[in-house]
Nanobody, 121 residues
């Protein structure tokens, strides 16, 4: 499964960006989807996730500035990022947890290739 991300770029501090992610090919049954990010020299960290039932989870430091949304039918996930700060700079990766076996309730995580977000001060 190939996930295609869009919406990254360069923005000034205080600005906004909207990231989107969609799979190429067929639609899938999804358990959850979301975004991670990785800043230079740091480990990848969870930004936000949303389950198929609509339950959201955010990194504590980001809640209130970022909003995640998902479309189960289209398997798309978006991340609205407001009031961006230089420390939000990094590569943002989307993921989808795709059902591979309904019998065993097993999911497999697919990743996007990453999109660069750079926030200048």
């Amino acid at each position: 499964v190939q996930l295609v991300e869009s919406g990254g770029g360069l923005v000034q501090a205080g600005g906004s960006l909207r990231l989107s992610c969609a799979p190429s090919g067929s639609s899938f049954s999804i358990n959850a989807m979301g975004w991670y990010r990785q800043a230079p020299g740091k480990q990848r960290e969870l930004v936000a996730s949303i389950t198929s039932g609509g339950t959201t989870n955010y990194a504590v430091s980001l809640k209130g500035r970022f909003t995640i949304s998902g479309d189960n039918a289209k398997n798309t996930v978006s991340l609205q990022m407001n009031s961006l700060k230089p420390e939000d700079t990094g590569v943002y990766y989307c993921f989808l947890d795709i059902l591979v076996s309904a019998l065993t309730n097993t999911y497999s995580r697919a990743w996007g290739q990453g999109t660069q977000v750079t926030v200048s001060s």
